[in-house]
Structures are given as C-alpha cells and as structure tokens.
C-alpha cells in the first residue's frame, strides 16, 4: 500500500501571507495527486488535481507542484475564508489520504 | 450542479448494522463512479470502497470487506453503503464522493455514525 506523509499537521500564517505544504509518498505516485479544502460540517472541496491543474472556479492564489514522490501545494495571498484543513490524496494505485494540515490565520 | 445528498446523522447500538444514502443530482448516475471514505474523529480519511453505477461493479479496501456492502439504486440515484456489526470503531464520519477529473471531484457532506447503547 501506498503511505502519504503530510506536513505539518498544523500551521498559523497571517493575511496576506504564503503557506506551503507538503505530501511525501512512500513510492512513485506519477503526479497523480490532488489537494483539497476541508471546512468543519462540510464535504471536502477539489482544489487541485494531477499535482497542479487547478478545478475551474479554484482562484490562481492556489497551486501545486511536485513529481516522483515529493509534491507540494501552497497558497499565497492568505484570506480569511483560506482558514481550513488541507489534505492530499493519492490516486495512482487505490486511493490514499495524507494525514492533514490545519491552517489558522494569526 | 452536481450535489451529493447524505443524511446528517445515524444513531446505532453496538452489533447492529446501519445503511446510510447519498442521492445523487445534477450529472449522469450510471457514468461516475461512487467512493465513500471515512472519518474517526481527530484521524485522518480511509478510502473504504467504490461501485460503479453502470454496472454494480464493486472495489473494496481490504480492511473494509467484512464490514461494508456498497449497494445502488439507479432509479433514484442513490448509492448505499451498509456497514454491519457495528463497534465504537465505526463511529466515525462516512462521505461518499463521485470520481471525476481522475480522482474525487465532488463529495457529500457527510454521514456522521454513533455507536452507542
């Protein structure tokens, strides 16, 4: 099975700012990640897929970058609707979760 | 626009079995697939099966394929996951999710399972 190692788990940042997370995979996940938003009582929401195509309606502030088994995703231009948890996905082989990243606004 | 709908919450007893919906709208039923994932509070997500609406094919995490039956009813476009013998490892939130753009593209809202006595 195929393991994702997010971090951190959690990160404060403040307006304006830029944050970055990373997924590690435990083997070759040929770009096939995606990023999301997750709010509390809501269903998690696609920001990026295949490491940096962003969804369409996703603003330009979010990207995504990586290949092999390192991947990254940022978001610059911090506002205060960014504050969420933010997880990978793997999807080349089955599907695996990176464990998540709470991000709050200093 | 698409929507998945799932109900809020379940209250079950330990050793019961429980089956929750997600109806599906706005998009073709039988040409997505249906994941559906889990939740344990403070944990991260588990990727627990999918089912093809198309034509009932059916994938199973291992770890899950004692636990849970993933079900459709085409005629209203809704996929069902059953999860049986219920323990306090099952309570836990339960999103279903449509595979779309390769990967999961619009998900529910959730599912959230109490077992209690």
């Known amino acids: 099975d195929i393991q994702m190692t997010q971090s951190p788990s959690s990160l404060s940042a403040s307006l304006g700012g830029r944050v970055t997370i990373t997924c590690k995979a435990s083997?070759?996940?040929?770009?096939?990640i995606a990023w999301y938003q997750h709010k509390p009582g809501k269903g998690p929401r696609l920001l990026i897929h295949?490491?940096?195509t962003l969804q369409p309606g996703i603003p330009s502030r979010f990207s995504g970058s990586g290949s092999g088994r390192d991947y990254s995703f940022s978001i610059r231009s911090l506002e205060p609707e960014d504050i969420a948890t933010y997880f990978c996905?793997?999807?080349?082989?089955?599907?695996?979760f990176g464990g998540g990243t709470k991000l709050e606004i200093k | 626009q698409v929507q998945l709908q799932q109900p809020g919450a379940e209250l079950v007893k330990p050793g019961a079995s429980v089956k929750m919906s997600c109806k599906a709208s706005?998009?073709?039923?039988?040409?997505?697939?249906i994941n559906w994932v889990k939740q344990r509070p403070g944990q991260g997500l588990e990727w627990i099966g999918d089912?093809?609406?198309?034509?009932?094919?059916?994938n199973y995490n291992e770890k899950f394929k004692s636990k849970a039956t993933l079900t459709l009813d085409t005629s209203s476009s809704t996929a069902y996951m059953q999860l049986s013998s219920l323990t306090s490892e099952d309570s836990a939130v339960y999103y279903c999710?449509?595979?779309?753009?390769?990967?999961?593209?619009?998900w529910g809202q959730g599912t959230s399972v109490i077992v209690s006595s």
């Open positions: 083997q070759d996940i040929n770009k096939y």
């Open positions: 089912i093809y609406p198309g034509r009932g094919i059916t």
């Open positions: 996905l793997q999807y080349d082989i089955l599907w695996t």
């Open positions: 295949y490491t940096s």
């Open positions: 999710s449509r595979r779309g753009a390769g990967t999961m593209d619009y």
């Open positions: 706005g998009y073709t039923f039988t040409s997505y697939w």
